[in-house]
C-alpha cells in the first residue's frame, strides 16, 4: 500500500457524507449524496473511486455509524423515523444529554447552503501544478472543514449532526471517525484496525523538580511538547483525525505543523491567535496535550507504530538535550571533544527518558460473517478479556443489557432496523484496551546508574555535567572552574551561582530558551520574560490596587531610576498598565526586581519605600491551584451509570415519541444505558480542549491576576494573586462544566464582573467566547479544586507538594468540592474542604437560582464582611467559645443548628451588623447540614476553618476591590 | 542473630535522597527509610560500647522494616513485622474488603504492548478502579501472602495508623552574627510514629545489644530505644513451590540489581513482573567524607513471577543471604537485596 492510497482514501471518506447534510436532507432533490460529495468525488476521482477504497470507506461508514448510533445503522426509513432538520432542528449535548431546541431553520436555503459548502471545500483543495495534493487537501479539510466563515451560521456549522435523529454528535467527528477506520483498513494488510493507547512520564517526579515558577512551566510545557512529538508520528503517517483522545483539531501546536512542516497554505492560520499574538500571550506558551493518546491505527503496524513514536521522542528529547549542551559547552569556552565525561553523561542519563508505556487491541477479535455482522456470541473477544474483566461467561461490555439487545438483529413493521458490526463493540475493545495498557506499566524498566560524588541541584540521583569527573568531587564552595561555574558567568539569568545541573534539568533550565528562540524563528515572536515569579505573583495585588487607586500617578522619580530590571505581570495587571505613562508601566514592570534584588541592609529600606508607594505594606502571599476532572475514568470507561446516557436520552424528541407510541417493546432497549463510543470519546476529549485552551486561560489569566502552568486533559495548575483567589476557583469550576445560574446578577456582583465586556458567557454545557462557540463538559461533569496559599519564599518543592495533598483532600471530601491551605509563614496552617455545593442540591437545581448560596460564594461574602465593617476579631472571638458547645450527638441537629446560628449570628452583629450577622447563620446552617450528612464534616471544625480562612483572605488588600461587599 | 525492636522516643527526621541543603529548602520525609539507617546506627551503637571496626566486618543487616509492638507494656518483647502492600495485590474500596492478587497473563492473540516481560501482571476486575495507596500488611496479612491466600481487611492498616508527618519550621543561623538569618526560613518533614510502632531490625556478625540501648536514628540524631525481639516470618511452602516449579518474589527490602530493575542469579525463569518506577539511594561516606554514589534501586514491595524452577535449594539460599549478595558486599551488610519468596497466589 502506497501512502498515497491511504490519503486518498481519507478524502474518499470525507465526502462519503456532505458536512451539511443535516440541512440539505430531504430537502434537496439531488439527495444528500449526490450534491457537494458527489463534485468533490468527481475532483478527487476523476475515473471513479477505487474499489479498496471505497469497501474501506463503506465499512469505515458502517463500523462508525454502529459505533455511535447503533440503533440506526441501516433502517430507519420509516416516515415515523425521519427528522427534517430544518422544521425541528434540535441538539442534545452529548454528555449531559441537555436538549436545544434550535426553534426553525427553514429560511437557510439548501441550495444556498450547498454552494456554500462547495466553495468552501472547493477552497481546501490544496494543489500542485494542477494536481490534488492528497495529503495536503485531506489535513485540510479536516482542519478546517468544520470552520465556514463565510455563513451567516458559522456556530451552527461546527455543531451540524450526523444524524438528525440522533443529534448527539457531530457530523465532524463521524467524518473523523470513518476516514481514520478507512484509513486503517486500507493501509492493513488483513483490513483489520486496532485501538493503540500510549503514555509518556513520570510526570509528577518530572515536574515537581523545580527550583522556580520557570522550572515549572519548563517541565510542564516540555511533557506536553514530548507528547506532541509522539503524537506527530501518528499524524504525519495516518493523519490526526486517527488519533481519538486527544482531539488535535484547533491545537496551536498542530497547526504550527500544519502549516510550517505539511505546508497548508499559511493564510488559512493568518487570524489564529498563535499567528498574531505577539506577547506571552501566545497560546504556544501554553501546556496544553495531556502525557497520553488513544488512536485507531492499522492492527498490523500498531507495534511498530509504537516503537517509532518511542523512539521519536527520546530522539527529540536527546537531540535538544545535546544541542544546548553543546551551546553550553561554547559559550563557556570549552572545546567540544565527544571525548569529555558530559556526552557520556547525557547519554547516560537520557537512556529511556521519556518513559512510554503502550499497549494495542485489534479489532480482528470481533467475530463477524462475510457480510460484516458481528457474531452474537464474540467468543474469542471474551476469551480474550475474561483475564482482565471477570471470569464470566459474557465479561465486560459483553454481559451488559446494551449488548444484549445490540447483538441482535433489530427489525420493526418487517423492516431491519439495526444490524449489529464490530464498531457496535468499540466498548469492549476500548475496555480491554484500558485494562492491557494498566498492565503494561507494572514494571518501569530501568537499568542500574550509579552516579558518584556531590548531585545535580535538581535532579538528586544524578551527576551533574562535567567537563572533569574529578570536579565531582568537589563540595560547594571549591567549584571555581566547573563547566557550571563559567556557564553561570555566561548566562546569568539562567543559571544561578553555584548551580550543576545533570542533563534532565539542563533540558528543563534551558527549554524557556530553547523555545522562544523556536518561537523567534518561527513567528518572528520575541519574548524574553514571560513567566510570572511567585514574589511578582504576590506583589500583583498591591501592584492592581496601586494602579486602580491613583492611576498610578505615584511613581517617585528616584525609584524609578533603581529600578530598571523587568519581571513578567500577569497578564491581566499588563492590560491595565497598558493605557498607564510610560512612567507607571516602567516601575510596575521594574518593582518586583527591585525588591528581589536588594541585598541584607537594603531590604528593609526597600522594602519601606515600596510600602509607601503602593499605600500598604506589599503583599506577600499568593495561591497555587490544582484542579481535576472527577471520574474521569468512569467518564472514558462508561461503565457507571451515573456518567451514561439512556438511548432513549440521545434521540431526537420526535423519534423519542413515536417509539414509545408504537413500540412499546422496545421500552427496554430505550431505556438501556448507552455504551462509550468514539464520538463520546472525542466529545469529552473536544470539552477538556476548550476548556484547557479557551476558558482555563481566559479564567485565569484575563479575569484574575494569574500564570496558567499547566492546562490538559482535566488537570489545571495555576499560580494566582491572592485577591484573585476565591474568584479564580469559582470561576475555573463554572467554566469546566461551562454552566452560570440562571438569576446570574448577584454573582456577576459578588466576583466583581461587572465591567468584564470581553468575558466568555457560559450557558448549559457550552461557551461563547471569542466568537467561537465552545461544547464543553455539561452539568453532570464535576471537579474538585485544592488551592494552595503561601508566602512567596515559601519553598515551591513544599508549596506543590501541599498543593496535591490539599487536591486529594478536596477528592477525598466526597468530590466536586474545593480545599484550601493556607500555610502561613509564621509555620501554622489552617485547611478547609467545603463542597461547591450544599449538602442535597445538585448542579441543575442549584444553576435554577444565583449561587450566591453556594459555600465558595459564602466564603466569599464572609470575606468581603471581614474586609469591610466587619471586625476580623470576630474570627478569633468565635474559635473562643465554639469547641465549649455541645455536639450533635448530646443536643439534636435541629438544636446544635440553632444553637450555632444564634451565637454565630450575635458574635458577627456585634462586630459588623445585620448583613454580617445573616451570613452567621447561613454559615451555621451549611456546617451543620454538612456535618449531618457526611462524618467526614465537624461542625465546629468547618465553622472554625471557615472563618480562618475568610479572615486570613481579608486582610490588607486581599479583598478585591471590585468585588460586592456582601 | 539479633532482633530488635527500635521504639522511636520522639519525631524522626527520615530524609531520602532529596537535596536539603539550601536556606529556604524543604526537608521531605522518606518512609519507610533504607535499612542503612538501621545498620549505621546499630554499629555506632556498637562502636560505643567498645567493638572495633574490625570486629563488626562481618556485621549484617538480615531484616528491616516497620514493625508493631504486640504487648502493652513496652518491655514486652513480641512483636508483629508490617510490609508495604505487595505490588501484586490492589485494594480499591475503602473498605478494604476487595483486595486480589494480580494473575500473570499472556496477551490474547493480536493484542501487542511494550511490557518487558512475557506475561502481563493482571488485576481481574469488572470495573476500573483506583488502587489505594499507602496500605500496609500486618503480620496476619504477611502470613497470608506468604500462602497466596486472600487478604482480607483484616490483614491491612493505613498507613496513618502507623505514623503522621508534621512539618516543622525551622530558621537558618547566620554564621556570622550566630543570629537568625533574615528570610531564610526552612521547613523539614518529621515522622511522629504511632504508639508500639517502630522498626524491626535483625543482625548478625556482631554482638547482641545490651537491653534497652539508646540510639541515633536519621537527622537530628533523635532518640529510640532498642530492645530485643522476637518475631519470626512463617516460612513459605516450599513443597508447593519445589511441586510446581513456580513461586513469587518481594522485595522487602530496596533491591541493588546490576541489571537494574531485575535481580539476577535466581535459578528460574522470570514470567512477570510488578515494579514501580526506580528509587535512588544515597547517603554520606563518613570515612571519605564524601557523598555515597547515588543509585538506582527496585523499590520495596516489587514482586517478580518465577517459574520453571532448576534448584530449590539455591533459592533458599537466596532467601537467607539475599539477592546478589556478592555484588555489593556493603550494601548488602546494610541491609539491602533482602526479600520473601512464596508460591503463586490462588487465582481470585
Known amino acids: 500500500m502506497n501512502t498515497q492510497t491511504l490519503w486518498l482514501a481519507k478524502l474518499a471518506a470525507w465526502t462519503h457524507d456532505p458536512a451539511e447534510k443535516a440541512l440539505v436532507l430531504m430537502r434537496d432533490p439531488a439527495g444528500h449524496e449526490g450534491g457537494t460529495v458527489r463534485a468533490l468525488r468527481k475532483t478527487f476521482f476523476p475515473t471513479g473511486v477505487p474499489a479498496n477504497i471505497k469497501e474501506s470507506v463503506k465499512q469505515g461508514d458502517h463500523w462508525a455509524s454502529a459505533a455511535d448510533r447503533p440503533q440506526f445503522g441501516g433502517g430507519g426509513r420509516e416516515s415515523w423515523a425521519q427528522v427534517r432538520f430544518d422544521q425541528q432542528p434540535v441538539l442534545i449535548h452529548p454528555l449531559s444529554g441537555e436538549e436545544f431546541d434550535l426553534g426553525k431553520l427553514a429560511d437557510i436555503d439548501p441550495a444556498h447552503i450547498k454552494a456554500l459548502s462547495g466553495i468552501h471545500f472547493d477552497e481546501l483543495i490544496v494543489s500542485d501544478n494542477g494536481i490534488v495534493d492528497s495529503k495536503k487537501t485531506a489535513l485540510n479539510f479536516w482542519r478546517f472543514g468544520p470552520e465556514l466563515d463565510q455563513s451567516t451560521l458559522p456556530l451552527l456549522w461546527q455543531l451540524l449532526p450526523a444524524d438528525t435523529r440522533v443529534p448527539d454528535h457531530t457530523i465532524w467527528a463521524h467524518l473523523d471517525l470513518t476516514s481514520a477506520f478507512a484509513a486503517a483498513f486500507v493501509s492493513d494488510e488483513n483490513s483489520d484496525a486496532a485501538l493503540l493507547s500510549m503514555s509518556f512520564g513520570p510526570v509528577q517526579d518530572f515536574i515537581a523538580q523545580s527550583r522556580s515558577t520557570s522550572d515549572l512551566w519548563a517541565g510542564s510545557h516540555l511533557l506536553a511538547r514530548i507528547a506532541w512529538e509522539g503524537l506527530k508520528v501518528i499524524a504525519e503517517d495516518i493523519g490526526p483525525d486517527a488519533v481519538i483522545f486527544p482531539q488535535l483539531r484547533g491545537v496551536p501546536q498542530v497547526d504550527l505543523w500544519l502549516r510550517d512542516e505539511i505546508g497548508l497554505p499559511a493564510e488559512r492560520f493568518a487570524n489564529a491567535e498563535w499567528v498574531t499574538q505577539k506577547t506571552d500571550a501566545n497560546p504556544l506558551f501554553m501546556a496544553a496535550l495531556p502525557n497520553k493518546f488513544v488512536a485507531i491505527v492499522p492492527a498490523g503496524r500498531a507495534a511498530e507504530l509504537a516503537e517509532r513514536v518511542t523512539a521519536a521522542v527520546r530522539d527529540w528529547v536527546k537531540a535538544n538535550a545535546q544541542a544546548m549542551l553543546d551551546e553550553l559547552l561554547e559559550k563557556s569556552g570549552v572545546a567540544n571533544d565527544p571525548a569529555l565525561p558530559c556526552h557520556e553523561q547525557l547519554a547516560q542519563q537520557l537512556a529511556g527518558f521519556p518513559e512510554v508505556h503502550w499497549a494495542a487491541v485489534p479489532f480482528a477479535l470481533i467475530e463477524r460473517d462475510a457480510n460484516d455482522k458481528a457474531a452474537p456470541e464474540q467468543a474469542a473477544l471474551a476469551d480474550a478479556s475474561r483475564a482482565y474483566l471477570g471470569n464470566s461467561e459474557k465479561p465486560g461490555f459483553l454481559g451488559t443489557p446494551a449488548w444484549q439487545l445490540l447483538s441482535k438483529e433489530i427489525t420493526i413493521d418487517g423492516a431491519t432496523l439495526f444490524t449489529p458490526n464490530p464498531g457496535v463493540l468499540y466498548p469492549a475493545i476500548y475496555d480491554l484496551l484500558d485494562r492491557v495498557a494498566a498492565a503494561a506499566k507494572a514494571v518501569r524498566p530501568f537499568a542500574a546508574l550509579a552516579s558518584e560524588g556531590f548531585r545535580c541541584n535538581l535532579a538528586s540521583d544524578a551527576e551533574w555535567l562535567t567537563t572533569d569527573r574529578a570536579h565531582l568531587a568537589l563540595p560547594k564552595g571549591q567549584r571555581k572552574d566547573t563547566l557550571w561555574a563559567r556557564a553561570a558567568e555566561q548566562f546569568p539569568g539562567l543559571f544561578k551561582k553555584g548551580e550543576h545541573l545533570s542533563a534532565i534539568a539542563l533540558l528543563k533550565r534551558m527549554w524557556p530558551r530553547t523555545f522562544t528562540n523556536e518561537l523567534h524563528r518561527t513567528l518572528d515572536i520575541d519574548v524574553q520574560r514571560y513567566v510570572v515569579s511567585t514574589h511578582t505573583l504576590a506583589l500583583a495585588t498591591s501592584l492592581e490596587r496601586w494602579i486602580d487607586a491613583d492611576g498610578g500617578r505615584n511613581t517617585e522619580a528616584d525609584l524609578l531610576q533603581n529600578a530598571q530590571t523587568p519581571t513578567a505581570l500577569p497578564r491581566r495587571l499588563m492590560k491595565k498598565l497598558s493605557g498607564k505613562s510610560a512612567a507607571t508601566r516602567q516601575l510596575a514592570r521594574c518593582l518586583p526586581a527591585w525588591l528581589d534584588d536588594a541585598v541584607d541592609e537594603e531590604r528593609d529600606h526597600r522594602r519601606h519605600r515600596a510600602a509607601g508607594l503602593l499605600g500598604d505594606k506589599p503583599e506577600a502571599y499568593y495561591a497555587f491551584i490544582l484542579m481535576d476532572g472527577d471520574r474521569m475514568g468512569a467518564w472514558l470507561s462508561g461503565t457507571e451509570a451515573d456518567y451514561q446516557l439512556a438511548y432513549r436520552d440521545t434521540w431526537h424528541p420526535k423519534i423519542r415519541h413515536s417509539v414509545d407510541k408504537k413500540f412499546p417493546a422496545l421500552d427496554a432497549y430505550l431505556d438501556a444505558r448507552r455504551p462509550v463510543s468514539p464520538a463520546r470519546h472525542m466529545a469529552i476529549s473536544a470539552a477538556l480542549n476548550d476548556f484547557a485552551l479557551h476558558l482555563a486561560r481566559h479564567v485565569v489569566e484575563d479575569l484574575c491576576k494569574g500564570k496558567l502552568i499547566y492546562a490538559g486533559g482535566d488537570d489545571v495548575l495555576a499560580m494566582i494573586s491572592i485577591d484573585d483567589l476565591m474568584r479564580c476557583l469559582l470561576l475555573l469550576r463554572l467554566a469546566y462544566s461551562g454552566v452560570w445560574p440562571e438569576q446570574s446578577e448577584a454573582l456577576t456582583d459578588l466576583l466583581g464582573l461587572q465591567g468584564e465586556r470581553d468575558m466568555a458567557r457560559l450557558r448549559r454545557g457550552h461557551a461563547l467566547y471569542d466568537g467561537r462557540l465552545l461544547r464543553l463538559m455539561g452539568a453532570k461533569a464535576t471537579a474538585s479544586a485544592g488551592a494552595v496559599v503561601a508566602h512567596h519564599q515559601t519553598p515551591l518543592a513544599r508549596v506543590l507538594r501541599e498543593l496535591r495533598a490539599t487536591e486529594k483532600q478536596a477528592k477525598a471530601s466526597g468530590r466536586d468540592a474545593f480545599a484550601i491551605n493556607l500555610l502561613k509563614r509564621s509555620g501554622g496552617a489552617v485547611q478547609l474542604a467545603l463542597p461547591w455545593l450544599p449538602p442535597g442540591m445538585d448542579w441543575p437545581g442549584a444553576l435554577q437560582s444565583d449561587l450566591t448560596g453556594s459555600p465558595a460564594a459564602l466564603l466569599m461574602r464572609l470575606r468581603n464582611c471581614f474586609a469591610g465593617n466587619t471586625s476580623r476579631r470576630a474570627a478569633y472571638l468565635t474559635q473562643g467559645w465554639l469547641e465549649d458547645l455541645p455536639t450533635a450527638e448530646q443536643i439534636g441537629h435541629d438544636a446544635l443548628r440553632d444553637l450555632l446560628a444564634a451565637n454565630l449570628a450575635h458574635q458577627l452583629q456585634r462586630q459588623g451588623g445585620d448583613d454580617a450577622a445573616a451570613i452567621g447563620r447561613q454559615l451555621a446552617t451549611l456546617a451543620c447540614a454538612l456535618g449531618q450528612g457526611d462524618k467526614k464534616y465537624r461542625v465546629a471544625e468547618t465553622i472554625r476553618d471557615t472563618l480562618a480562612v475568610a479572615e486570613f483572605l481579608a486582610r490588607e488588600g486581599r479583598a478585591h476591590p471590585q468585588e460586592n461587599r456582601t | ?348
Open chain 2, 1 to 348: 542473630m539479633t532482633t530488635l525492636f527500635l521504639e522511636p522516643l520522639d519525631v524522626l527526621f527520615l530524609r531520602g535522597n532529596q537535596h536539603f541543603g539550601a536556606a529556604g529548602a524543604h526537608g521531605a520525609a522518606l518512609m519507610p527509610p533504607w535499612p542503612s539507617l538501621a545498620a549505621g546506627a546499630i554499629r555506632s551503637r556498637l562502636m560505643a560500647e567498645g567493638a572495633s571496626l574490625d570486629s563488626l566486618a562481618d556485621f549484617r543487616l538480615t531484616h528491616f522494616g516497620l514493625g508493631r509492638r504486640l504487648g502493652a507494656n513496652a518491655a514486652d518483647s513480641g512483636i508483629e513485622a508490617l510490609l508495604p502492600l505487595p505490588a501484586d495485590v490492589m485494594v480499591s474500596r475503602e473498605t478494604l474488603d476487595d483486595a486480589r492478587y494480580a494473575v500473570p497473563t499472556a496477551p490474547p492473540m493480536g493484542v501487542t504492548s511494550s511490557h518487558a516481560l512475557p506475561q502481563l501482571p493482571v488485576f481481574c476486575l469488572d470495573k476500573p478502579a483506583k488502587p489505594i495507596g499507602g496500605l500496609w500488611l500486618n503480620a496476619a496479612g504477611i502470613k497470608a501472602w506468604l500462602a497466596g491466600a486472600p487478604i482480607a481487611a483484616s490483614h491491612l492498616l493505613h498507613a496513618s495508623q502507623l505514623w503522621q508527618l508534621d512539618t516543622r519550621l525551622g530558621i537558618a543561623l547566620d554564621a556570622q552574627k550566630r543570629s537568625a538569618a533574615d528570610g531564610k526560613i526552612y521547613t523539614a518533614e518529621a515522622v511522629a510514629f504511632a504508639k508500639a510502632v517502630g522498626f524491626v531490625a535483625r543482625y548478625q556478625g556482631a554482638p547482641a545489644l545490651p537491653e534497652n540501648s539508646l540510639i541515633r536514628l536519621g537527622g537530628d540524631g533523635r532518640g529510640a530505644v532498642a530492645r530485643p525481639s522476637v518475631f519470626d516470618f512463617p516460612q513459605p511452602d516450599w513443597d508447593r513451590i519445589a511441586r510446581e516449579r513456580r513461586f513469587r518474589l518481594l522485595l522487602t527490602t530496596p533491591g541493588l540489581f546490576a541489571d537494574g530493575w531485575k535481580p539476577a542469579g535466581i535459578p528460574a525463569t522470570l514470567a512477570a513482573a510488578s515494579v514501580n518506577r526506580a528509587d535512588t539511594i544515597s547517603g554520606w561516606d563518613m570515612l571519605t567524607g564524601q557523598p555515597k554514589p547515588a543509585q538506582r534501586i527496585a523499590p520495596v514491595g516489587s514482586v517478580y513471577w518465577y517459574g520453571k524452577l532448576a534448584d530449590i535449594e539455591a533459592l533458599k539460599a537466596l532467601l537467607h543471604n539475599g539477592l546478589e549478595a556478592a555484588a555489593n558486599p556493603t550494601r548488602h551488610a546494610e541491609g539491602f537485596n533482602h526479600c520473601h519468596i512464596a508460591p503463586w497466589a490462588e487465582e481470585n
